[in-house]
């Protein structure tokens, strides 16, 4: 499943210019013919050193980036990201794989990727995470973000959280909040918790409403540092 398509954020120039990483030509073939008019496929490679080459000489806002890649030391995708790590203030990589493993997403995030999508996701769904990661936002497919909170949730160090905060919440939406944070879709939480999806959407405003928080990247931060998931 594909995290849920998103307007385009206003502060994003469109459309996002990418590189499309990946070592099967086919594959390159049909993700830049899926994705829509918010994202131009800028560049290819198909190893990590032709990936290190490219983001260096056209240095794209986003970079699409399989997580198993031959070349270079061997450290695949991961590797490709700590070769550019100087560039991640300009440029955001997002890995899109086959793999749904937690050793890969970890690996990859810790490198410095800013989310991972699975490759069953739909082009209008993967080009909405282009532009929120552009956008400085963290995307992952449901359940992939539980393996990244997991790995660093304490991180940040402990932080504690005050009873008032989770008093604020009824017991159905402190349920909703955690899997929300987790990264399920509306239509996951629904069927998890027996419920409408309508009903799923009033619970996560009213989470939003009373946590002061602005949507559902800010829920997952707030719920990580707190230890709650």
């Known amino acids: 499943m594909s995290t849920p398509a998103t307007p385009p954020r206003t502060d994003v120039a469109l459309p996002v210019p990418v590189v499309l990483v990946d070592d ?3 594959f390159r073939a049909g993700v830049r013919a899926s994705l829509d008019e918010r994202v131009t496929v800028v560049g290819e490679a198909a190893d990590v050193d032709q990936a290190a080459a490219a983001v260096r000489t056209l240095r794209p806002a986003v970079v699409l980036l399989d997580v198993h890649l031959p070349g270079g030391t061997g450290g695949g995708g991961a590797e490709v990201v700590r070769l550019c790590t100087d560039l991640l203030g300009e440029t955001r990589f997002l890995a899109l794989s086959v ?18 999508v699975t490759k069953n996701i739909s082009g209008a769904d993967l080009s909405g995470a282009v532009v929120q990661v552009a956008g400085g936002d963290a995307v992952f497919s449901p359940r992939l973000a539980g393996f990244v909170l997991d790995a660093f949730g304490t991180a940040a160090g402990e932080v504690s959280v005050a009873d008032d905060e989770l008093d604020r919440l009824s017991r159905r939406e402190q349920e909703v909040m955690r899997l929300i ?8 939480v629904a069927g998890e918790l027996f419920i409408s999806i309508k009903t799923v959407e009033t619970h996560v405003s009213a989470v939003l409403r009373k946590l002061q928080l602005s949507n559902r990247y800010e829920l997952t931060r707030w719920a990580a540092a707190r230890h709650i998931l």
């Open 99 to 116: 793999s749904d493993a937690a050793e890969d997403v970890v690996a990859v995030i810790r490198s410095g990727a800013r989310g991972y």
């Open 181 to 188: 944070a987790r990264g399920y879709s509306y239509r996951e």
């Open 24 to 26: 099967h030509h086919m």
